[in-house]
């Protein structure tokens, strides 16, 4: 009940944040220099273009490509193993045994072809350069010519692979293709692109005068002409041994150059589609995003099947806008300088912040697990440039805060607890030079007796006790967040919710009350035994309005609160004298606690009032289920007053030594059904 109470105080920090922060940015603008104010501006605008760019700034860019290829991981779908596709690979067993590594052994590819052929494959796409000569090319070219398949032959030219293709090579290739032409061989490009990190993430680009990519070749689709999205990789069912586990089945190329053993294979290659390759150790050998989660690299020819089933399932990988790109980037950068503007307690400003970032981590994730392309989405670029802009702006706001600062501390003095005192130097406005009308929690003290005894004792020794007790009540208050109204000789008056509101004003002021009381039967056994005993601190709490702010004249001014809500705080904590009590609560502000150790301690009038009170006392160590008889006992004073004093008499009756509850029972026998207590 104390959140909706404090819903609606002046000042509350949830209604008036924004305004506040609004205020402070005013502020930082109208006072800070033209040069520090160009310097900010220059931050801002370069968080934006990180939060834009991240991707092409060195470090981050690394960064960048290490968190897509995490979310790539991730999100890639395990299936199991795709019977649409079949790898024929020579690997270094199949070298071994042809004796043959560069260029590889080509009557065991035009056996094999002739084979596949005969199976009725789907199409067949072979991912080897035939860029020299060869004693078997007569026979290779024999089968080229004889298949019925539609079949394609690597092809690269100068322009685009200079690098592993010579002059002499490119006319090589280019004769050996001239001699296929009227058959069902056809070039195609073998093109693969890889990062800078030697990662291939991506569809290469299509360089004009290359033929179409070897994928698309063998089964076209105008979807892709011009896609050079991500690569859509895949991953195996998890279960069984790993070197059983794979996405595409790869075979031997010797089992189908052998005429006895490939018959035994008609029923894997029929209807597929076949690539024909190298899985050959250190050649054609790629990183993939999915090498940091597997711990494997990839063969050129497996980067082919991955696309080529990515081709079939039509899974065209949906970009962001650039404005979309533009909109986060510069929202990313406004929420970080805004969130430096904030006046709101440092674990709200916490729990915002990793909200914030939790946000900006988890959108990548949410679109890449919905079917979004998120390479090139500056993920860790949005976080970067939040910071920039935080830290631009928090950076203004300390150089203008400073003479602030100078001005509260002069007129906050020492009482105010600490975070409060923290929320006024940042901003100064919220300290009211003037009254305003405010519901605050009341907390009013006394000790029992000491006027007594300052006339017993020394006043030197008076002003030592005195201010020993004063200062260990004031801790208290303002450790709990209170703010201290006024020292009445041993009497410490203290409220919550002004300056500044919270929330759980009402639980503070609650739980300060009751140690205000501990602390003060503490102090009791502390003092030296020589001297007269000390009375015992009573307190008071009450809730209700109060005109609140600086009182005085120009040579003084005491920020304190005035009106009837203090003095019954006060008349409460009298009442304790007569109700045998200890701290005494009306139940306004007890139903804004927020906590269950009250118990109900009947109806009274207080002194000089008419109006009965429901009052209350803080009793964590009182049986819940005598609580609980306790309040129904009460509730049915006024259709059952002589049994339900039967049963409180009961109840006092286990506790002899709680002398507030036998004050209950003697009250209530002595009023009657319906009448409340009048204190005298």
């Known amino acids: 009940m104390a959140t909706a109470a404090g819903q609606n105080r002046p000042g509350n920090p949830r209604r008036s944040t924004a305004a506040r922060t609004w205020k402070r940015l005013r502020r930082i603008l109208g006072e800070t220099g033209h040069v520090r104010l160009a310097l900010t501006t220059l931050l801002l605008a370069a968080a934006i273009l990180v939060g834009r760019y991240s991707w092409h700034v060195p470090l981050l860019g690394d960064a960048e490509r290490s968190f897509y290829d995490l979310r790539l991981s991730l999100f890639a779908p395990h299936v199991d193993e795709d019977k649409?596709?079949?790898?024929?690979?020579?690997?270094?067993?199949?070298?071994?045994?042809?004796?043959?590594?560069?260029?590889?052994?080509?009557?065991?590819?035009?056996?094999?072809?002739?084979?596949?052929?005969?199976?009725?494959?789907?199409?067949?796409?072979i991912d080897i350069l035939i860029d020299q000569p060869q004693d078997e090319d007569a026979e290779l070219i024999a089968a080229f010519r004889a298949?019925?398949?539609?079949?394609?032959?690597?092809?690269?030219d100068t322009r685009s692979n200079r690098e592993q293709?010579?002059?002499?090579?490119?006319?090589?290739?280019?004769?050996?293709?001239?001699?296929?032409?009227?058959?069902?061989?056809?070039?195609?490009?073998?093109?693969?692109?890889?990062?800078?990190?030697?990662?291939?993430?991506?569809?290469?680009s299509h360089p004009p005068g290359l033929p179409e990519m070897l994928?698309?070749?063998?089964?076209?689709?105008?979807?892709?002409?011009?896609?050079?999205?991500?690569?859509?990789?895949?991953?195996?069912q998890p279960g069984g041994p790993a070197e059983e586990r794979a996405v595409f089945p790869s075979f031997q190329i010797d089992l189908f150059a052998n005429p006895d053993v490939a018959p035994a294979f008609a029923e894997q290659i029929r209807g597929r589609h076949v690539l024909?390759?190298?899985?050959?150790?250190?050649?054609?050998?790629?990183?993939?995003?999915?090498?940091?989660?597997?711990?494997?690299?990839?063969?050129?020819?497996?980067?082919?099947?991955?696309?080529?089933?990515?081709?079939?399932?039509?899974?065209?990988?949906?970009?962001?806008?650039e404005s979309f790109l533009w909109v986060v980037a510069l929202l990313a950068v406004t929420v970080g300088a805004l969130s430096a503007l904030l006046t709101v307690r440092w674990w709200w400003l916490a729990a915002l912040i990793a909200a914030q970032v939790g946000l900006v981590g988890a959108l990548p994730f949410m679109l890449q697990a919905n079917g979004v392309d998120t390479q090139h989405l500056p993920a860790l670029g949005w976080a970067v440039g939040w910071a920039i802009g935080f830290v631009a702006i928090e950076t203004a706001a300390r150089a203008v805060g400073s003479q602030q600062r100078r001005f509260a501390?002069?007129?906050?003095?020492?009482?105010?607890?600490?975070?409060?005192?923290?929320?006024?130097?940042?901003?100064?406005?919220?300290?009211?030079?003037?009254?305003?009308?405010?519901?605050?929690?009341?907390?009013?003290?006394?000790?029992?007796?000491?006027?007594?005894?300052?006339?017993?004792?020394?006043?030197?020794?008076v002003a030592s006790l005195l201010n020993r007790y004063l200062d260990t009540l004031s801790d208290v208050v303002l450790r709990h967040g209170g703010t201290i109204d006024k020292f009445v000789g041993d009497a410490v008056v203290a409220f919550w919710g002004a300056p500044v509101s919270r929330?759980?004003?009402?639980?503070?002021?609650?739980?300060?009350?009751?140690?205000?009381?501990?602390?003060?039967?503490?102090?009791?056994?502390?003092?030296?035994?020589?001297?007269?005993?000390?009375?015992?601190?009573?307190?008071?709490?009450?809730?209700?309005?109060?005109?609140?702010?600086?009182?005085?004249?120009?040579?003084?001014?005491?920020?304190?609160?005035?009106?009837?809500?203090?003095n019954t705080a006060a008349r409460?904590?009298?009442?304790?004298?007569?109700?045998?009590?200890?701290?005494?609560?009306?139940?306004?502000?007890?139903?804004?606690?927020?906590?269950?150790?009250?118990?109900?301690?009947?109806?009274?009038?207080?002194?000089?009032?008419?109006?009965?009170?429901?009052?209350?006392?803080?009793?964590?160590?009182?049986?819940?289920?005598?609580?609980?008889?306790?309040?129904?006992?009460?509730?049915?004073?006024?259709?059952?007053?002589?049994?339900?004093?039967?049963?409180?008499?009961?109840?006092?009756?286990?506790?002899?030594?709680?002398?507030?509850?036998?004050?209950?029972?003697?009250?209530?026998?002595?009023?009657?059904?319906?009448?409340?207590?009048?204190?005298?």
């Open 84 to 125: 649409r596709i079949a790898m024929v690979v020579y690997n270094d067993q199949t070298l071994i045994d042809t004796r043959k590594r560069s260029p590889l052994d080509r009557a065991i590819l035009a056996r094999a072809l002739t084979a596949l052929d005969a199976m009725g494959a789907k199409s067949i796409g």
């Open 147 to 156: 298949m019925k398949t539609p079949t394609f032959i690597a092809f690269a």
């Open 165 to 204: 293709l010579i002059y002499e090579q490119q006319q090589y290739l280019n004769a050996f293709l001239a001699q296929l032409k009227g058959s069902n061989v056809h070039p195609a490009s073998i093109r693969l692109e890889a990062d800078a990190d030697n990662v291939a993430r991506s569809w290469p």
């Open 215 to 236: 994928v698309l070749a063998m089964n076209p689709s105008p979807d892709f002409d011009y896609y050079r999205g991500s690569i859509a990789y895949r991953l195996p």
């Open 276 to 321: 024909i390759g190298g899985d050959i150790v250190d050649i054609d050998q790629f990183e993939t995003p999915l090498t940091p989660m597997t711990g494997k690299l990839m063969i050129g020819l497996e980067v082919h099947a991955h696309m080529l089933a990515q081709v079939l399932d039509g899974r065209l990988l949906r970009h962001v806008t």
């Open 409 to 461: 501390q002069s007129a906050l003095g020492k009482y105010l607890p600490a975070d409060i005192a923290n929320e006024i130097l940042a901003e100064p406005d919220r300290l009211a030079l003037h009254g305003e009308r405010r519901p605050i929690f009341v907390v009013f003290t006394d000790l029992e007796g000491f006027t007594k005894l300052s006339h017993a004792i020394e006043p030197e020794v």
């Open 503 to 566: 929330p759980d004003d009402g639980r503070r002021a609650a739980l300060a009350a009751y140690a205000m009381w501990q602390a003060g039967e503490d102090f009791r056994q502390s003092v030296d035994p020589a001297l007269p005993p000390i009375g015992k601190t009573r307190v008071g709490l009450h809730y209700g309005d109060a005109i609140v702010g600086n009182f005085g004249g120009e040579g003084r001014i005491q920020y304190t609160a005035l009106g009837d809500s203090m």
């Open 572 to 680: 409460l904590e009298s009442a304790n004298k007569a109700l045998d009590g200890n701290v005494v609560a009306s139940r306004d502000a007890v139903e804004r606690s927020d906590l269950d150790w009250w118990r109900p301690m009947g109806r009274i009038v207080l002194r000089g009032r008419s109006t009965p009170v429901d009052i209350y006392q803080p009793c964590p160590d009182f049986p819940a289920s005598d609580k609980h008889h306790l309040t129904m006992a009460l509730d049915r004073l006024e259709t059952d007053h002589q049994g339900a004093v039967d049963t409180i008499r009961d109840i006092a009756a286990r506790h002899p030594d709680d002398a507030a509850l036998a004050n209950l029972v003697y009250r209530l026998d002595n009023s009657q059904a319906g009448e409340a207590y009048v204190l005298g």
